[in-house]
């Protein structure tokens, strides 16, 4: 491992990229923790990849200074390439070659003698559920296949850090948790996995802290719990057996939680997001709104606390939303804590 | 997995969390391996993709016995008196035309390489840098090696007869895979500094078809006006053609191979730093 104290993965202060007249990466200060996955959220576009690319000794920082495990990106190119592991659609594995000739290739290439390579490739393909297709041309697998290769090569030796960048865009919800399997059981095992994503969802099953990056800036840093009490505890979702009693509910729920209230499309359906000062209260507050409402006489049809989701949290924060087509899958619902399904 | 339960025979077998988390566990690394190991690595890779995609052998053989044919017939007539004097003279001056002409082939792979995303990997492991770019070569020796022979051996069936005999046509062929390694790395270089792989190939023309054309490759430069013998007895390819014929002939043209290996050098020390610059800074 690593001879620096800090206790940082990475480090940068003031990163910054530019192509000709676009400032890609625009002033970037991160700190990640050792032994955590850190989320890098954004949607496209934002300088999440180009600054992976700098991370990843890949592309060479027009200012600012970025340290992995102590060693500079630029002047110890070599001992941070040592370190680190690279997974992302530019940094993929050959099409022509099949899945045991890639990882018996980047064994070699990494120290390994032939038979130690051909073992440990064939132990990978194993795990992860790819001896079948080992003998096949990568060009022949599926898209949750391809991941799969490119993260086994990214693992030949278990890096300290390992660079996902946006290691599910593209891929079926089943390939996706799979994926999130993986990186849960890598870094379970020590190594940190710096992760980006444009996916809110993503970020929240998997990261312990999370950046949130847009036009080349970080916006926005902390745990998931500090990014989500910035725009508010959560909302209160209800359905009301009769429409007709909306106004009065709405009234009330005002009234009661010192709450925005949002009146849903559907006639029935009303979401009262509650003040981040609320935050530890939430339930009692909840509670009390409900005893109130049955009393006022107004039938209450289902009932539902959630955490705001990441969606609210991106869209406070840069005053648009991600742009992506994800967020029907992650905003509408606001107890997305306990959704099962993800974005297509 | 819990959310692959109700799955097909065609279904992707679970990942298995357990043997993952075993082999993780693994921290220690070998050590680094040499430059010479990298290399001969990447030399493997380029052989396997031979091995798996045949069909880009055909660069090396169908298009090298076309040229000796068609150029042989057409002119041999007109410029020797017939065709099995000519190819005496022209053999060797196809096969370095023909050879010289696939190196461009190498800037292709490396900008395919870039374009398919295998080439960050490849530029992110702790190795000796050039061994990438290296190993793309190495591999194309084995293709041009591939090209001579199969010349060589189509040339013997037309009339060929290389009075230096079997040392004479290895030595030849030898100086012309020499002259073409030192040659490539302007292919790699366009490779890594042109967007898409039709633009390395039509930069790559442009460069190839004067440089092969302009040169003693089909006729004596005697003939020519004098600005163009200027060109002409100054180019490199016309120091190899003039080894390689005297070499396959029997002969030490000592002047010309000198000038040959001092071209190869000169190309090499200039596109070689080139090409590695653009690697790291690309």
Known sequence: MSTHTSGLAIETAGLVKTFGETRAVDGVDLAVPAGTVYGVLGPNGAGKTTTVKMLATLLRPDGGQAHVFGHDVVREADEVRSRVSLTGQYASVDEDLTGTENLVLLGRLLGHGKTAARQRGEQLLEAFGLTDAAAKQVKHYSGGMRRRIDIAASILNTPDLLFLDEPTTGLDPRSRNQVWDIVRAVVAQGTTVLLTTQYLDEADQLASRIAVIDKGRVIAEGTK?????????????????????????ERLLRDLLTAEVQLEPDPVALTARLAAAASDTAADHAAKALGELARAGITVDSFSLGQPSLDEVFLALTGHDTGQATGDATGTGPDTDTKDEVAA | ?????????????????????????????????????????????????????????????????????????????????????????????ILVM????????????????????????????????????????????????????????????????????????????????????????????????????????????????????????????????????????????????????????????????????????????????????????K
């Open chain 2, 1 to 93: 997995m819990s959310t692959a339960t109700s799955t097909g025979s065609k279904e992707l077998s679970a990942v298995s969390t357990e043997s993952l988390a075993a082999l993780l566990v693994a921290k220690e690394r070998p050590a680094r391996p040499s430059a010479l190991s990298t290399s001969l690595t990447f030399g493997w890779r380029a052989i396997l993709k031979i091995k798996h995609v045949p069909e880009q052998l055909f660069d090396v053989t169908a298009f090298p016995i076309m040229n000796l044919l068609m150029f042989t017939y057409l002119f041999g007539g007109a410029l020797a008196g017939s065709p099995s004097d000519y190819i005496q003279f022209v053999l060797p001056g």
């Open chain 1, 225 to 249: 719990g500090e990014l989500k009490a910035s725009v508010g505890a959560g909302s209160v979702h209800l359905r009301l057996r009769n429409a007709d009693q909306r106004p009065e509910a």
């Open chain 2, 98 to 281: 023909s050879v010289v002409m696939i190196t461009m082939y190498t800037g292709v792979s490396v900008n395919i390489d870039i374009e398919k995303g295998v080439f960050d990997r490849f530029r992110s492991l702790p190795i000796w840098r050039p061994s990438a770019m290296i190993g793309y070569l190495l591999g194309d020796a084995l293709r041009y090696t591939i090209a001579s022979v199969v010349m060589l051996v189509v040339g013997l069936v037309l009339g060929y007869r290389p009075d230096g005999g079997f040392g004479g046509a290895v030595a030849g062929i030898a100086l012309l895979l020499l002259f073409s390694f030192a040659f490539s790395w302007i292919w790699t270089m366009f490779g890594l500094m042109l967007r898409t792989e039709k633009s390395v190939m039509s930069v790559s023309m442009m460069v190839i078809f004067p440089l092969t054309f302009l040169s003693n490759v089909f006729v004596d430069p005697k003939t020519m006006p004098g600005w163009l013998q200027a060109f002409v007895n100054n180019s490199p390819i016309t120091h190899l053609a003039s080894s390689v014929r005297g070499l396959m002939a029997g002969e030490w043209p000592g002047g010309e191979i000198a000038w040959t290996l001092g071209w190869a050098g000169a190309l090499l020390l200039v596109f070689g730093p080139v090409t590695m610059r653009l690697y790291n800074r």
